[in-house]
């Protein structure tokens, strides 16, 4: 069975530092993976995405995220963070076809200090 | 711009009484999804409509119904709210029903239930 892991609920980082938020995917077939980021009392807002092709993908923000197919990880990243980053960042993935499931992960909340 | 409207933000209901939440879309897209979500928890998917075809998952309570009475509409009704029925409850819409080209969910902001 699929299964997403965010190893991380909290992450504290001081502001323009760098972070990352881990994710690893379990699953026997391929699988597009996503990250999603929910600010208070907000929906979900899709981050960037990952279907095929180059392993390292650019979304809004300033995020990024790397798949890496032999450690089953899709970690975000950004190279400084600000205060208004503060938010709840959630994983996720989909097989590519027949299905239009998500399993999210359980969701890192980001926290910037000033 | 084309959005995923959810109303009200805030909802607050009595233990037991009849509630309903409501999800507007001007995106045209087939498929209507209704995600739980409680604190500190990933969000979790109730049903869906692809078209006026409902969908429930396996593990959601009979509480829950929803009705779809036209392409841009969607509500969720819980018969008898219960106190552990306080969440979150997120809509979301997608352009088709097999991701092929992997498109994400379009979210709305949310309906924060909260039940007294």
């Known amino acids: 069975a699929q299964s997403v892991t965010q190893l991380d609920s909290q992450v504290p980082v001081f502001e323009e530092a760098p972070v990352e938020l881990r994710c690893n995917y379990s699953?026997?077939?391929?699988?597009?993976l996503f990250w999603y980021v929910q600010y208070p009392n907000q929906g979900l807002q899709l981050l960037l995405k990952?279907?095929?092709?180059?392993?390292l993908v650019k979304g809004i923000n300033g995020f990024e995220a790397e798949f890496n197919k032999s450690q089953t990880s899709f970690h975000l990243r950004k190279p400084s963070v600000h205060i208004s980053d503060t938010a709840e960042y959630f994983c996720?993935?989909?097989?590519?076809?027949?299905?239009?499931?998500?399993?999210f992960g359980t969701g890192t909340r980001l926290k910037v200090l000033a | 711009d084309a959005m995923v409207i959810q109303n009200p933000r805030y909802q607050v209901t009595q233990f037991g009484k009849p509630v309903t939440l409501s999800c507007s879309q001007t995106?045209?897209?087939?498929?209507m999804y209704w995600y739980q979500q409680k604190s500190s928890q990933a969000p979790k998917l109730l049903f869906h409509?692809?078209?006026?075809?409902?969908?429930n998952e396996a593990d959601t309570p009979d509480n829950f119904q929803s009705r779809r009475p036209n392409t841009s509409f969607c509500f969720l009704d819980i018969r008898s709210p219960g106190l552990g029925d306080a969440a979150m409850y997120l809509c979301?819409?997608?352009?088709?029903?097999?991701f092929g080209q992997g498109d994400g969910y379009t979210f709305g902001s949310g309906t924060r239930l909260t039940v007294v």
């Open positions: 990952y279907l095929s092709g180059s392993t």
């Open positions: 996720a993935a989909m097989k590519p076809a027949g299905t239009y499931k998500y399993i």
């Open positions: 995106l045209n897209h087939n498929v």
């Open positions: 409509y692809y078209d006026k075809d409902f969908n």
């Open positions: 699953s026997s077939v391929s699988v597009y």
């Open positions: 979301a819409t997608s352009r088709d029903f097999v």
